[in-house]
Each structure stands twice: as C-alpha cells, then as structure tokens.
C-alpha cells in the first residue's frame, strides 16, 4: 500500500476527527467567501445606483417638507405645497461659470391632481430633458398624441390604464403616453406629465420643486459646481449625490474591515484548532507509527503521510466551504437590499488557496514531531 493509500485509509479510520477537521476548513473559506462577496456587492450596489441617477447634483429649497429619496439614500427634502423656487432660477444655475460642465438640468414640480375620481401626486417636468437624463425609463415624449402622460408602474395598476387609453386629470380627458418600467422608487405611485401642464392642472405657474442637475464627470468638478449653484442660488439647499455616495462608502469600508477582523479571528481559532485535531490524530497512532519506522518507513514518509491527510481536508473543506459561501451570499443579499450580487472569482480562489495553506500549515508540526518518533519510545509509551 502506497503513501496515499495509508492516509485515506486513516482518514476513514479517524471518520469524527477527520469530519472536525474538514468541518472548521469549510467554516473559514466559506467565511472568506461571503465576506468579501457581499461587501463587493454593495460597492457595485453603490456605483450602479450613482450611475443610474443620471443627475449627481440636487437642487432644492431649504423647505423641510418632502423627502427625496434616490433609493434608500436621501439627498434632500422639498415642499409641494409652500414656497419654492422658481422656474426662473434655471437661467441663474446655467449662468454660473462652469456652466459648460452641465450636461442636463431638468425641473421637477410635485402636485396632486384628481385623476379618475382619485388623488394622485404628479411629476411634472421637461419631458425631452428628462428621457435624455434617465433613458432607462424607456419612455418617448413624442409618443402620446400631443398632451399626454405616463404612468407609473403602481398607477397603472390602480387604475388599470395602459398605454394609449385615457385618463381623466381635473375632468380634462388626457392620453397615456405609456407606463414607466417599476423602479422600486416613488416614481411608480406617480404619474409624469409635462411641467406647464401640471402647472395648469394645479393652478400654479412657474413652481418649482427641485432641480436635478446632470454635470459632465470626466474630471469632474461636482463641488465647484455645488458651491457655483449655491451662490446663485442662496435660499436653496444644493447637495451632491457624490457626498451622499460617499457617506455610504465610508460605510461600507467599514463594515469591509470588520469583516476582515472577524475573518481574521475565525481563521485563527481554526488554525489552533486543526492543530490540536492533527496532533491528537497523531497521538492516537504512536504505536502504528512505531510500527512503520521501525519496518523501515522513512521520516518523510512519515510526514508526508499526515500532511498529505490534511491536504486532503483542507482541499475538500475549501472548496465545499468556498461553494458554501457562494450560495449563501444569495440568501444574505436580500438583508442588505443588493440588486446585484457579485462574486469575485479571486475571491473564491483565494479562500481555497487559504484554507488549504491554513490546513497544512497547522498540521505541520504535529506531522514533523510523527516523523521524529523513535521506534523504542513509541513502544515504550504504549
């Protein structure tokens, strides 16, 4: 019988010990693996979010009244029935110096208005402006027939309208351009209709709510243009969506490191446990392993014959545990609101490559004190 065929022959031997082994390997990679997944995760929640935005500046009176949110992230508050700023204020955030560095800056004005016998709270806003800044709404202005609106994704549901019907705002029949795809944000209670059209529903002219304000980001300067836009705006609140990412990021950083230190302590204990397994193994078999040195096996035999048993754990509790962690990050991202889960595949080879390193490792002194029994001890001992 070979040096392989003696160390899986201990191990089915040693069937509770082995199984401990593998067990705490499983522990650690697995560990390893959904740690780094699910912080990976919320970065690229985070970037996907900022991208999805369009706009990465905001613009808002310093009315509390109103909380806009952009997921679960608040970039600020508005007030649809007190005062608020102007239509009229557009021409004063396009004048600021670095004006050529805005792509996009769209109105926005929230009212309600009775539609088909319910109240229902309006986006109103330039409809052209707003399909280039959020294209991934897939609505067309020129669709509709003239004055139209969209629905979103609720509001059709409640009133059971679908594109190309009609709706009755304030007694005025009115086509439906469309339905806006759910985003999972206020925009599906809402329905979006031009900003002079819901100024006229509402009986109001030239409100307005806030102002989203998509600037060029190559090299972007976001804060001269947030402090720009402050001192043309004095009575607003003007908030950068890169400040409010940011807060989050901290976050995320530190729940990245305290992932690290748990990893770190599991991987430890684990350390101190496969050793104490390994030798305790070794320790059950002094007889045996006198028996083999004194027939002749060598010293590396010897130790070669424990460190291939560990390797042979640590490699199948890796990678159990490593598939493990893959498909636990699933069942976790709902916890943390992730869209998206990544799994990096670095990741993954690492918490192999580190559980079997960590297995081997531990079990290498208990493997060279093996190799250094004498014969006439271990009978002796016995």
């Known amino acids: ?44 929640d985070i970037a996907d ?7 990465n500046i905001l613009v808002v009176p310093e009315v509390d009244a109103l909380t806009i949110r952009y997921g ?19 021409e004063k955030i396009l004048s ?21 016998g319910r109240e229902i709270t309006f986006m109103g806003t330039d409809l052209m402006e707003l399909a280039k800044m959020k294209p991934w709404w897939s609505f067309r202005p020129d669709e509709g027939g003239g004055k139209a609106v969209w629905l979103g994704s609720e509001v059709s549901r409640i009133l059971g309208k679908k594109a190309g019907d009609r709706v009755s705002v304030q007694g005025a029949p009115v086509n439906v351009g469309g339905v806006i795809p759910p985003t999972g944000d206020k925009e599906d209670y809402m329905i979006v209709a031009g900003i002079r059209d819901l100024w006229r529903w ?18 972007c300067p976001v804060e001269d243009i947030v402090s720009q836009i402050s001192g043309a705006l004095p009575g607003a609140r003007v908030t950068s969506i890169r400040r409010v990412v940011e807060t989050r990021e901290n976050t995320v950083n530190q729940l990245k490191k305290f992932a ?26 002094t007889k045996e392993i006198g028996i083999m040195r004194a027939i002749g096996f060598r010293r590396s035999w010897i130790l ?19 598939l493990s962690g893959v498909f636990s990050v ?23 490559g580190a559980g079997i390193l960590m297995g081997l490792s531990a079990s290498f002194r208990p493997a060279i004190k093996a190799s250094r029994l004498d014969p006439v001890e271990a009978f002796r001992n016995e």
Do not use: H, W
Request: aromatic share 8%; with cysteine; glycine share 6%.
């Open 72 to 90: 679960d992230m608040v970039l600020g508050s508005t007030s649809v029935s007190g005062e608020s700023i102007s239509y009229a204020d557009r």
């Open 202 to 219: 509402s009986g109001t002219e030239n409100r307005v709510s806030a102002f989203e304000v998509s600037a060029l980001c190559k090299d």
């Open 49 to 55: 979010k900022l991208d999805r935005f369009g706009a």
């Open 1 to 44: 019988m070979g040096i392989a065929g003696i160390s899986l022959k201990n191990l089915f031997r040693r069937k509770v010990k082995s199984f401990f082994v593998l067990f705490v390997v499983f522990i650690i990679s697995g560990s390893i693996v959904a740690f780094t997944s699910v912080s990976t995760s919320l970065e690229k």
């Open 96 to 116: 600021i110096p670095l004006k050529e560095r805005i792509a996009s800056l769209l109105p926005v004005y929230y009212a309600s208005a009775k539609t088909d």
């Open 330 to 352: 699933y069942f976790i991202a709902p916890a943390f609101d992730l869209e998206r889960v990544v799994i990096p595949q670095v990741a993954v080879m690492i918490a192999v």
């Open 260 to 285: 690290l230190a748990v990893a770190v302590i599991i991987a430890i204990i684990g350390a101190m446990v496969i050793s104490v397994s390994i030798s305790a193994s070794v320790a059950e078999r």
């Open 304 to 322: 070669n014959i424990v460190l291939l048993e560990a390797g042979i754990l640590s490699f199948l509790g890796a990678l159990l545990g490593s």
